[in-house]
């Protein structure tokens, strides 16, 4: 029995795969309005309540301060923590310095428009410090129109961050790195984290460790909706966060949903999923590899195989079949890809790169020859592995990018996380008395359109007659 169908991209299966969408119970909205008012009133004894309830009966303190060296590692566990955290700073230092070229100030600073000129202007620039990174600016930057005043913005990290890494029976820290570091590197000034403790209360040294690395300064040991309305609320002692990444189960997403607007929130969490395009040279070893890795997590995982043949596709999931067969977690891998697994045969590039499209996958692996040009077909997905030696695995751990992708399909309109999430746009505008006399027609104009005449006289009340 293969591990899933071999079909056509005819197959009333195929579009049911692009209508994935997050999914609403209203019994558990219902448990998580309840916790969530219970913290709003008790604070951290409700969330302490929580904890000791779900993950750590033995937790006596809800909040750990981290400081100091990691301890309870080996020394390869160590190194491989260190080298993960390395390779994402460095990826989004990069990040930053593209996103701030031709800006001046983050932070308090202003980030006026400037000329090309001025930009790439060496004798001009001069370096700003931001926590480890230094990024090139030119000093003065601003955009001044003939006859309309000055126009400009501030570019200012988000002051008090959350970041949320799932636990219980296994302790993610690569959720750590990947989630705190970019907002480390943004210039965010404090960082604090939410996550499960272990049955005694403690926190695994790799996620201690982890935290230490990425710059976080407290966690607040709950996960669930409680550990998300901890970080959203906060409580006597423990200010709320400006807002709150990660990624987490059902109860997390809820949390999530109903707290929005009363803090800040990226993008929804949904089951693992993965598409391979499996073009002329591909190994179909490699491809395997990279079709169950992503459906390891749990049974609701979605997998998508993309080939040009029916030999092609039969190749690949009997390779899948042999590996699951003696996987540690293969009871697990044959229940996703049996219940949400789908292989298509297409006829042709562009078939399959729509077919890529109209599923926006969260994770999306391309295989063979041609790899590369296949990417310029296609826009919609969360992270891209190019090439049969790129393991999905790489991006999970330390690749770089962040692991923290958009699911359920909103990789059509979605990021990664990213330096852009910590980061925001303060825009600022100034007008001398000249400046606004060339305007005032427009807005006194505009307002009496809209039935709104304050606003006209707003403008017109600076000029007396």
């Given at each position: 029995m293969r591990l899933c169908d071999i079909v056509g991209p005819d197959d009333p299966r195929v579009p049911a795969l692009s209508r994935r969408r997050p999914k609403f119970d209203s019994a558990q909205a219902d448990t998580v309005r309840r916790i969530i008012d219970d913290v709003a009133v008790r604070g951290a004894e409700a969330v302490l309540e929580s904890a000791r309830r779900f993950d750590a009966p033995g937790l006596a303190e809800i909040l750990e301060e981290i400081d100091g060296e990691g301890e309870g590692l080996s020394e390869a566990e160590t190194e491989a923590l260190h080298t993960a955290?390395?390779?994402?700073?460095?990826?989004?230092?990069?990040?930053?310095?593209?996103?701030?070229?031709?800006?001046?100030?983050?932070?308090?600073?202003?980030?006026?428009?400037?000329?090309?000129?001025?930009?790439?202007?060496?004798e001009a620039q001069t370096e700003m410090q931001l926590g480890p990174i230094k990024v090139p600016m030119p000093p003065e930057m601003r955009q001044d129109r003939i006859e309309s005043g000055m126009l400009g913005q501030r570019m200012l990290p988000i002051r008090r961050v959350g970041v949320y890494a799932p636990g219980g029976k296994a302790s993610y820290p690569s959720s750590i790195l990947m989630t705190a570091i970019p907002a480390k590197v943004a210039g965010c000034r404090e960082i604090v984290a939410a996550t499960p403790a272990r049955?005694?209360?403690?926190?695994?040294?790799?996620?201690?460790?982890?935290?230490?690395?990425?710059?976080?300064?407290q966690v607040v040991k709950c996960g669930g909706a409680a550990g998300i309305a901890g970080l959203a609320l906060g409580w006597p002692g423990f200010d709320r966060v400006d807002l709150i990444v990660g990624p987490g189960n059902t109860w997390v997403n809820e949390?999530?949903?109903?707290?929005?607007?009363?803090?800040?929130?990226?993008?929804?969490?949904?089951?693992?999923?993965?598409?391979?395009?499996?073009?002329?040279?591909?190994?179909?070893?490699?491809?395997?590899?990279?079709?169950?890795?992503?459906?390891?997590?749990?049974?609701?995982?979605?997998?998508?195989?993309?080939?040009?043949?029916?030999?092609?596709?039969?190749?690949?999931?009997?390779?899948?079949?042999?590996?699951a067969g003696t996987a540690e977690r293969g009871d697990v891998l044959r229940a996703a890809l049996r219940s949400h697994g789908l292989a298509v045969v297409c006829g042709s590039a562009e078939e399959a790169a729509r077919l890529v499209d109209d599923f926006a996958p969260e994770h999306l692996a391309l295989h063979g020859d041609e790899a590369e040009g296949f990417l310029g077909l296609i826009s919609n997905a969360g992270c891209v592995a190019l090439g049969g030696f790129t393991p999905q695995s790489a991006g999970d751990y330390a690749s770089g990018p962040s692991h923290a992708l958009p699911t359920s399909g909103a990789a059509r309109f979605g990021s990664p996380v990213n330096v852009q999430d910590f980061l925001r746009f303060q825009t600022v505008t100034s007008f001398e008395r000249e400046d606004l006399d060339v305007i005032r027609p427009v807005i006194e104009t505009l307002a009496q359109m809209e039935g709104l005449p304050f606003h006209g006289r707003a403008a017109s009340i600076r000029f007396p007659r």
């Open positions: 955290a390395e390779r994402i700073e460095e990826f989004h230092r990069t990040q930053l310095q593209v996103i701030a070229e031709g800006w001046e100030g983050i932070d308090s600073g202003w980030a006026w428009q400037t000329s090309a000129v001025e930009r790439d202007n060496p049955p005694d209360g403690t926190l695994a040294p790799a996620v201690r460790e982890a935290c230490r690395l990425a710059g976080v300064t949390a999530k949903r109903q707290l929005w607007g009363t803090v800040g929130l990226t993008a929804y969490a949904g089951p693992s999923e993965v598409a391979v395009v499996c073009l002329p040279g591909f190994d179909p070893l490699h491809a395997a590899a990279d079709l169950l890795t992503q459906v390891e997590h749990s049974d609701d995982n979605v997998g998508l195989l993309i080939a040009f043949s029916r030999a092609d596709a039969e190749a690949v999931l009997d390779s899948a079949a042999v590996m």
